[in-house]
């Protein structure tokens, strides 16, 4: 057997994940051959992979002190190549101790520093990160990629001043690189420095006069400057350039959206504006279509200036005097609005007088003013201080052993970079779980139901039972309860005392289905755990409002003339409050709660050994459409997808649908949820929109164990043209490269 056979056939071994018989194997022919280099190398690094430091070191100094220089880096790519193996693998933990040692034999290897780097990027592990791309440049100090990584680093934590040094830096080695100069002119923009970013945005275009990012933004920058008719040429060259895209995008509207859905009006604005691009419509009636983006988006400064130009354009209406007088009266410019009311009064005189009333303070008062009640101005960070400190720990306080380690293997996908929204660590430890009584406790939900507050008698806010959004990771530091908006707040809503015995199970956004899912039903695992008498307990604070809230609240075992359904303004106090802590921080799950949902939701009986391609379809959501869904649907048609849409199933159904599924495919939304129900290795691959990455899909998958992949979505135009279209992301409709789908499904069919 030659050397390449011989060494393929250890390669074989480490990528089975067969150390001990890769040790059996190369011990074999060490015994014929014992002063073999390669064997024994490969012998140290099966040692190693199995966590046998102790040998592996030992036969590593034997390498080093026996071996000339040059045999040595041909030994460290041995070890490179293993590391490549288990990068591949998803092994990340050993893929970086792997890199490690190929940099302590051989401290030039470039990819041992650019992969290292990266994989510690994805881990959060920020120093070491930028410490390794600072090494690199000290090292190798014309290697264009450590500029763009270490500048994309800084860019992605929203360290713009760091980025921007060393973009700079980048361009002394390489003035035109297009990557570095786009990356440039955005963190200036971020930064507010709009001259700088323009300079850089005229360069790219320069350079590229096919580059429609470079219009798209220098178009923005314009707007910003109130230069309408510079910013209206580079968006008709915008426009032009990506005529494909936007064709589609207005027939999408005129066939999808237009005829089937009665409130469109935000995805209307946009389609107004693009028509009037392409039809080079006259300056006031871009500059009205500009205006009411921005009014949409509480940009009330610049719209006023383009509502200004609207009108010394001869474009008149009340809509267009009703958000002038609302944008001057949000920035504080009453003086200027007196003239516009004149106006207003001139088409409508009571919407006149309306306006005139809120704006001189005389609207009538709330006549429950006298009733608000303070908010709170203290906290305990965590129910158990309160407990302790009220000597309630042993008889209120309920504490449950549950799993509370998440482990996570990074997403997949075809991009060269993994998207910053999963960079965290292996391994997350989340909250402990609880269920606490609380002796008159207060209960508040916000109207628009993103923020909570737990309190005591005394008006202390329990910091870890009163999440609001955004959901944040676990301990992130803005989570902390001193941050919480209730302490901003000066009065609430007045109390309704409820006698008895109540259990809050209402969360955050409970009507949203995800939510639903994994923040509100695993919290009754805890009463059950708790041995909870249900015969005892009067009220149950629950949102039941929904289908599948009645279908779910139904099989936990949650009577339905116990229920208290949420009414607003919601804040209560009852006799006792008892309430379970969330499974973990709002929108992350442990293992438990997954398993918890499938023995309830799901039937053993009914699953069986179907293997379905499902494509799941958001076309009747309010939101986040598939722009091109038309497209990727005859794509996935000959790849034998179903399309299905979940909503006109019942709970129980989608669980039993995605149980029998070998594959789905779906743009990010609730729908997802049901990946819980699926059973292990289901390929996953879900769409994102551009600037909405957000990775719960993720999380449930490795809890559940399944093959998890993404792609996201093309940016319309340009980033701030499309963020002047989507001023909230979450809302974003998604175009999606129908090619990067079709060369993922070549990888993982």
Known sequence: MNISEYETRIKSFFEQEKYEKAIEYIETNLFDNPAHNLSKIYLALAYFCLGNDEIYQTILLDLLFN??????????????????????????????????QVLEIDAQSIVAYINLAQLFTQKSNFDDAVFLWQELISIQPNLIISYQNLGLLW???????????????????????????????????????????KDVFLKIITIDSNNYQGYGELGYIYLLENDLNSAIKLWQELTNHQRLVFEKYLYWYNNNIKPFFTDHKAIELNITLINSLVNNDNQGKIALNIANLLYQQKNYLLAINYYEIALNNNLESESIYQHLILSLFYTQQRDKILNYLDKLYSINPEKSQVFSQLINNQTVENKNNENLVNSPNNYYDNVEKWAIKNDLINSNYYNFNLDNILNLKPPKTIDKNIHPSFYYPSIIELPKTFL????????????????????????YLMGNLSPESPALSPNHPDSHPSKHSILKTNFLPPIQQIEGKVIVLAGLLNKIYFHWLFDILPRIKLLELANINYREIDYFLVDNSTNFQQETLKIFGIPSEKILPLSFPLHIQANNLIIPSFPSSIAWMPSWSCDYLRDKILDAKSINNQRKRLYISRNKSNNRHLINEEEVINLLLNYNFEVINLELLSVKQQGELLSQAEMVISPHGSGLSNLVFCQPKTKVIEIFAPNYVYPCYWLVSNLVNLNYHYLIGEIIGSKHFHSLLYPDSRFEDIYLNCEKLRQLLKIII
Do not use: W
């Open 155 to 197: 860019q992605n934590i929203c360290e713009f001043k760091e980025a921007i040094a060393i973009y700079k830096k980048g361009l002394n080695i390489e003035e035109n690189n297009l990557n570095i100069l786009s990356n440039l002119g955005n963190c200036y923009l971020k930064n507010n420095q709009l001259k700088k970013a």
């Open 436 to 459: 606490v009584n609380i002796p008159h406790g207060k209960f508040y939900l916000r109207q628009d139901e993103a923020s909570s507050a737990v309190m005591t008698e005394e008006n």
């Open 67 to 100: 071996n000339q220089e040059e045999e040595l880096i041909i030994l460290s790519q041995s070890i490179l190549n293993i590391a490549e193996l288990k990068l591949n693998q998803q092994h990340t933990d050993l893929a970086i101790k792997l890199y490690q």
